[in-house]
């Protein structure tokens, strides 16, 4: 595969992540090609979108928000104290919204809401059928893990990661093996 004239490997190549080896290719030329052939046939290493979170600061008024103004399916308020918060499950026919907010002390969505105190779009959840592969692919592209990089057990009972956002397009990325 080339680009303006540089050949794209799609794997790392001269000790160059891929978004390294894209930058490199379009410095000081012009680029008309699609980058997203550069991946054809490879195997996706992401599969369903399983869900978005919202934080909220008032988990009753969001409840009520998507139940009784969207007439949406939600479950009830449910406490998860190992995860520091509280969640309202939005039963899509594709997805799942999640709706949560700061449950104790240390809740991990704290922060987030002191930055955005109306809300707002915590991460998305994208299903992975290996996780410790996904998660070298990404390290070795130079995206930060959060914690200590070791699966944890999600709400849903499966193993799951972050990815940090400033190395993923500005997005908080929840990684499930399911
Ligand atoms: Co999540």
């Not at 080339?2 to 190549?13: A, M």
């Not at 046939?41 to 928000?65: L, S, Y």
């Amino acid at each position: 595969m080339y680009i303006c004239g540089i050949e794209i490997r799609p794997e790392k190549s001269a000790g160059r992540t891929v978004l390294q080896t894209v930058l490199h290719a379009r410095n000081g030329t012009n680029h008309h090609e699609n980058h997203l052939t550069i991946f054809q046939g490879k195997i996706p290493m992401i599969g369903k979108f399983n869900h978005v979170a919202i934080v909220v600061p008032d988990i009753d008024v969001a409840q009520v928000m998507y139940r009784d103004v969207l007439r949406a399916k939600v479950s009830g308020i449910e406490d998860y104290p190992d995860h520091g918060v509280r969640v309202v499950f939005v039963e899509l026919p594709n997805t799942t919204i999640e709706l949560i907010t700061p449950l104790g002390e240390d809740s991990p969505v704290a922060k987030f809401l002191m930055r955005n105190p109306d809300g707002g779009i915590h991460h998305i959840c994208l299903e992975v059928k290996n996780i410790m592969e996904v998660r070298d692919r990404l390290r070795a592209e130079g995206v930060r893990i959060l914690g200590d990089g070791e699966p944890k057990t999600g709400a849903h009972g499966k193993p799951v990661l972050f990815a940090h956002p400033k190395d993923f397009c500005g997005t908080l990325i929840e990684i499930e093996e399911a």
